[in-house]
């Protein structure tokens, strides 16, 4: 593409480009500064660029307003992180005492279900039980877990 073809098709383009950045980030100024840096990106492409150019400098508003949203989301402090992970940590400690409380069955169980990820029907087969028995433990286990979890608080 020519220096001219590009100049024409950007002065058409250009009204369109501002309006679909506006349309993303409805900030004038900011519409502005995305229509012009893509317009910079092009030029910088003219000699590869074959008209017509419209899809591509729409694609290109587009990712570039899309950059510029996701950039004004809240960043997380770090001391927050470890916070969280410090309360996640005391919430599996208070769980993982609540399990080893647990009658050695229903606790064996639990922990073939949830730390292993077997089935129940794997799970009665090596226990020798039916699966009925095996849901039925299961779900006295996860509710005296429960329970004692929710009496913590």
């Known amino acids: 593409m020519t220096s001219q073809e590009y100049q024409e098709d950007i002065e058409r383009l250009r009204p369109r ?21 893509v317009m910079l990106k092009l030029w910088s492409m003219c ?3 074959r008209p017509p150019i419209d899809k591509l400098a729409l ?19 770090l001391d927050q992180v470890s ?3 410090e309360e996640k940590d005391e919430r599996l400690e208070a769980m993982m005492q609540a399990i080893k409380a ?9 922990l073939l279900r949830h730390e292993q ?9 090596l226990m020798g039980m039916t699966e009925v028995a095996v849901r039925k433990t299961l779900s006295r ?6 329970d004692k979890l929710t009496k913590r608080k």
Not at 141 to 146: D, G, I, S
Request: aromatic fraction near 2%; charged fraction near 30%.
């Open 59 to 77: 694609v290109m508003v587009k990712n570039l307003c899309i950059d510029r949203i996701r950039s004004r989301r809240p960043r997380v402090n």
């Open 83 to 85: 916070t969280v992970e």
């Open 102 to 110: 647990l009658p050695p069955l229903q606790q064996t169980i639990l």
């Open 117 to 125: 990820g077997m089935e129940t029907h794997d799970i009665a087969l």
């Open 17 to 37: 480009l501002l309006q679909a950045a506006l349309r993303y980030l409805g900030d004038a100024e900011e519409a502005e500064d995305v229509a012009q840096d």
């Open 141 to 146: 286990a996860r509710m005296t877990v429960r």
């Open 47 to 49: 000699e590869e660029l």
